[in-house]
T-cell receptor, first 114, second 118 residues
Framework: KNQVEQSPQSLIILEGKNCTLQ??????????LRWYKQDTGRGPVSLTI?????NTKSNGRYTATLDADTKQSSLHITASQLSDSASYIC?????????????FGRGTQLTVWP | EADIYQTPRYLVIGTGKKITLECSQT?????MYWYQQDPGMELHLIHY???????EKGDLSSESTVSRIRTEHFPLTLESARPSHTSQYLC?????????????????FGPGTRLTVL
């Protein structure tokens, strides 16, 4: 069964601190993995997309890593800001599907306190 | 910033009413999607479309229906709303792309409609 599991479910950190969010997946065949940021009451916005040949990708203060062998990914946020408070969703794309099927994790709810 | 719009953003209605959630995109994307998301839960695909006059049901069974008469427009309709339909509904569209030699579909999401049925 294709699944995407994220941890922790929620996380509270102080402004300026770093944090790392985890994602494990069982989706096969694997095409790419995406991290989305979803603000409360809004739609998800893409942060990074990585294929199986990419180990790391950065987008500003966000750095995603991927280990396709162990089927694990992480999202590292550096020098957190209040605006980073959101749900971070790990999404895996199944290339075996002509639709372009995405499998979503439940997200990690990050709260940044001043 | 993706050009995909949803209206209304918030809707509170009584049981039994017919409602239509609007979704429009100006990017010319052929593929469009509707997702349902409950608080703290993952997105579930309820409908999708490959293009005009093409609609399919997604993974999660839904009593809603969709239509795709124009490329840019993908409305979702509930003929008789019930409290169990209370949820957030997200519309998305996708464009093809290549990364690492493999094709992927970059999905762009609208802001969502928060539906509450009393």
């Amino acid at each position: 069964k294709n699944q995407v599991e994220q941890s922790p479910q929620s996380l509270i950190i102080l402004e300026g601190k770093n944090c790392t969010l985890q994602c494990n997946y069982t989706v096969s065949p694997f095409s790419n993995l995406r991290w989305y940021k979803q603000d409360t009451g809004r739609g998800p916005v893409s942060l990074t997309i990585m294929t199986f040949s990419e180990n790391t990708k950065s987008n500003g203060r966000y750095t995603a890593t991927l280990d396709a062998d162990t089927k694990q990914s992480s999202l590292h946020i550096t020098a957190s800001q209040l605006s980073d408070s959101a749900s971070y969703i790990c999404v895996v794309f199944d290339r075996g599907s002509t639709l372009g099927r995405l499998y979503f994790g439940r997200g990690t709810q990050l709260t940044v306190w001043p | 910033e993706a050009d995909i719009y949803q209206t209304p953003r918030y809707l509170v209605i009584g049981t039994g009413k017919k409602i239509t959630l609007e979704c429009s995109q100006t990017m010319g994307h052929d593929k469009m999607y509707w997702y349902q998301q409950d608080p703290g839960m993952e997105l579930h695909l309820i409908h999708y479309s490959y293009g005009v006059n093409s609609t399919e049901k997604g993974d999660l069974s839904s009593e809603s229906t969709v239509s795709r008469i124009r490329t840019e427009h993908f409305p979702l309709t509930l003929e008789s709303a019930r409290p169990s339909h209370t949820s957030q509904y997200l519309c998305a569209s996708s464009s093809p792309g290549l990364a690492g030699g493999l094709q992927y579909n970059e999905q762009f999401f609208g802001p969502g409609t928060r539906l509450t049925v009393l």
